[in-house]
């Protein structure tokens, strides 16, 4: 088996088992902890609560979008164009059919490249902004550049397999996408999908409250 | 307590107190920053070790070496951060005492919805628990524990008080009085601060025939237990009042213009205590909101200065009465201007959540309370600002004596309701 077959192959299938298994244990492990009954009179619904919270910050509040705007553009640039490029990008849709059997409307090739560029530069923004910060090069880790340095690498190889010119480019990009897959559970990543719960859990306070800032 | 004791248990506390949800937010975070820019010591300063979320790294840490899902395994390959130390802790002691007011703003800005506010209160049960707390509010403690009081003020201080209110208002306050609807508390600071709030009440619900009490053995409001994240501290506090106004058959407890009151009585308390409460807590402003639109105090002439409403942050933000205060001013306030950001988005006073009894944090408590006094210069002519909380009112007016601001007066909310009540020849007339 050559280097392009077992990226595809084996390491892949390794790669999105450990991903799915440990991402699992993961939600369900903070599931699982639990938080006691709130006994006190409620004015509102915890539940309509944990989904207005959820949908609430994905906006940005306009009164602080001056202090911000830097992470605003960048935020939604990076986590945009990579939704679109990955769901959308004819040769993720391909793969995806091979696998799971289901495929749907690709983006033209320009769009594809759009989505991607956007990412990019909204990736670039986040991380120049993680060391010429003085706040958040205070509070940024090991795996916060790992993280970042992880996702670009992932990009960038993909943008180098793109005209499927070699084999040995997708090879690479699968490398890397098998490294991202199985980094991914272990570190903060994962705010792809603690995200709800954090937002749920206090949108769910503020609801009992009656209100939802 | 040896060292390695006190940091084990500050850990076991943190770790006791991280449940689902403080985990989710520890899961959650990505350390974007963006929290400093709503906190007040951050925009104050801009020292980035005011970043909220920072505050929080050694409980984050206990949390990702003890408890978070799949620490095993980062274990096993020597990923799992350091133990907390004693030092580490209490290099971090001034961030969770003296430059967090639990005001919740950050959570506003946070894409990820952290409480940061709520988790820094548990974090504290930590640092209680292996007392590693400012002297300020270990002060509280022992008067709270000697008298009922954060500031001492004994049951005969109250009558006192409430005599004197007698003849200011010329109505008989009862006190300790069976079976009234209402039980009022009060914080120490109205009590001994601002005592005209006990002959606002007396003229109010006079005016609105409103039968209530204020008992001897429960008056005190503050619960300093909250403050400085001690549980069975907050609890027996709660429970003194739930006590007397149990046994006084009363059907509410008014909690009173004090912030962070409200919040650990009405939506703590019944938690604390374990079960449902025989009566129902309700805050001065609702009340005052619902009897204004049951028509039983309507509203006089309006006072003609220009007003401005600071919005303590646990009633308004963190407690949801948005609307009621505001509705209240629109009837006694003929020219009523709102801040910037007013209402969800307001900045803390900078002496909430137990800073402004910390005598240690007193220069970043004025620091912070600079962006306030930012706010009130931003509008012309402001002639009076009103703040319907103690804490804030003295933090308001010991901020603006330091900036030598003379003309602005500090006023509560009540007190604005009961000097702009229609008298009864208006009323009949």
């Known amino acids: ?213 | 307590m040896s060292s390695d004791n006190k940091a084990q248990i500050a850990v076991d506390k943190f770790l006791q107190f991280t449940d689902g949800e403080v985990a989710s937010f520890f899961e959650a975070c990505v350390h974007c920053g963006e929290c400093a820019e709503a906190c007040h010591f951050y925009m104050a300063t801009k020292d980035p070790k005011y970043t909220p979320t920072y505050k929080l790294f050694p409980m984050v840490k206990a949390y990702k070496r003890e408890k978070a899902p799949l620490h095993s395994i980062r274990k096993m390959f020597g990923l799992l951060p350091p133990a907390v130390t004693e030092d580490e802790l209490r290099e971090w002691e001034t961030l969770v005492y003296d430059s967090c007011t639990m005001c919740g703003r950050c959570t506003m800005v946070c894409p990820m919805g952290i409480d940061i506010a709520g988790t820094i209160r548990k974090m504290r049960e930590g640092y209680a628990a292996a007392d590693i707390v400012p002297d300020g509010l270990k002060r509280s403690v022992d008067f709270v524990e000697k008298t009922g009081s954060p500031m001492g003020v004994t049951s005969k201080a109250l009558l006192a008080q409430v005599k004197h209110q007698e003849k200011e208002t010329g109505i008989k306050i009862e006190v300790d009085k069976q079976g009234a609807d209402y039980m009022a508390i009060l914080s120490s600071m109205e009590i001994m601060g601002y005592p005209e709030i006990i002959g606002a009440y007396a003229k109010i619900f006079q005016k609105a025939g409103v039968s209530w009490t204020i008992s001897s053995k429960a008056y005190e409001a503050t619960n300093v237990g909250v403050q400085i994240g001690s549980g069975p501290l907050a609890k027996e506090i709660v429970t003194r009042v739930v006590d007397a106004a149990e046994e006084l058959g009363v059907k509410y407890v008014i909690s009173p213009e004090c912030g962070h009151a409200y919040g650990a009585i009405r939506w703590a308390g019944p938690n604390m205590v374990g079960r449902p409460f025989k009566f129902e807590v309700v805050h001065i402003i609702e009340l005052l909101d619902q009897l204004r639109r049951d028509g039983k105090i309507p509203a006089g002439a309006k006072d003609g200065r220009k007003m401005t409403l600071h919005d303590p942050c646990q009633i308004i933000r963190r407690g949801g009465l948005l609307k009621e205060p505001r509705r209240l001013l629109d009837e006694s306030c003929a020219d009523f201007v709102e801040m910037e950001n007013a209402g969800l988005g307001n900045l803390c006073c900078g002496g909430g959540g137990g800073v402004s009894a910390n005598p240690r944090a007193a220069e970043l408590q004025n620091a912070a309370f600079g962006c306030k006094a930012d706010q009130l210069n931003a509008i012309d002519g402001l002639e009076a600002v009103v703040v319907p909380c103690a804490n804030c009112r003295t933090v308001f007016e010991e901020g603006l004596e330091e900036r030598e601001i003379y003309n602005l007066e500090v006023l509560g909310l009540g007190e604005l309701v009961a000097e702009t009540l229609k008298d009864i020849e208006q009323a009949e007339g």
């Open chain 1, 1 to 213: 088996m050559g280097f392009v077959g077992f990226v595809e192959g084996p390491l892949f299938y390794i790669a999105a088992a450990i991903f799915a298994l440990a991402a699992a244990w993961r939600v369900f492990g903070l599931i699982r902890m639990g938080r006691k009954p709130d006994i006190s009179p409620p004015k509102g619904s915890a539940t309509a609560g944990f989904i207005k919270g959820n949908l609430r910050h994905f906006l940005p509040r306009g009164m602080f979008a001056r202090r911000t705007w830097i992470h605003i553009v960048g935020g939604y640039a990076f986590h945009l164009g990579l939704f679109v490029l990955f769901f959308f990008g004819a040769f993720h849709i391909d793969f995806i059919k091979q696998y799971l059997g289901i495929s749907w409307t690709p983006l033209p090739r320009w769009g594809f490249i759009l989505a991607s560029e956007i990412a990019f530069a909204g990736l670039i923004v986040l991380w120049v902004r993680r060391f010429s910060d003085p706040v958040m090069r205070l509070i940024s880790d090991r795996d916060d550049h790992i993280g970042t340095w992880l996702t670009f690498l992932v990009m960038l190889t993909g943008c180098l397999a793109l005209q499927q010119s070699h084999e040995v480019l997708r090879g690479i990009h699968m490398l890397f996408v098998d490294i991202w897959l199985i980094y991914f559970p272990f570190s903060r990543l994962m705010h792809a999908f603690t995200f709800v719960l954090s937002r749920g859990h206090t949108g769910a306070t503020y609801g009992r409250k009656g209100m939802n800032p």
